[in-house]
C-alpha cells in the first residue's frame, strides 16, 4: 500500500502516497499535527477498515464500546474537506463529504465534526451536523 495514492487524496489535485500523508499516523502512531489531518487519518482508516485505529483517535467521552466495519459492507469512495475552522489551540470543527457506494447505491455523507487536542493529541469528538443522502 505504501506506493498507493493515499485514501484521503483520491481523485484530488493535491494526492500524496500514502506513506507520505496518512500512514504515518495510522501505522506509525504519530500524532496528527491538525484535525484535518487526524480527520483525513480517520477517513483513510474507515476506506482500510482499520477500527482499532478509530477507536484509539475517538474521545473516551463519546466513543462507542464497540465498533463493526464490515456489516454492511461500504465502499469509500473520496473524501472532499470542504472547511476547517479552528476554534481555539485547541478545538477545531472540520466540513467534509465522504462519498461511498454500498450495494450498488452511491451514497454522500456530509458532517460537520468536532475536535478537541487533549494531551497534545487530537481527538474526534462528535458530529455538530450530519446528513446522508
Known sequence: MAEDICPCRVMT???RAYADCCQPFILDHKAAPTAEALMRSRYSAFVLGLGDYLMDTWDPSTRPATMDLNEPRVRWLRLEVRRVDQIDENR????????????????????I???ERKDGKWLYLDPLSI???
Open 13 to 15: 489535485k493535491d494526492a
Open 92 to 111: 477545531a470543527t472540520v466540513d467534509f463529504v465522504a462519498y461511498s457506494q454500498q450495494r450498488g447505491r452511491r451514497m454522500r455523507l456530509h458532517e
Open 113 to 115: 465534526s468536532r475536535f
Open 131 to 133: 446528513k446522508f443522502n
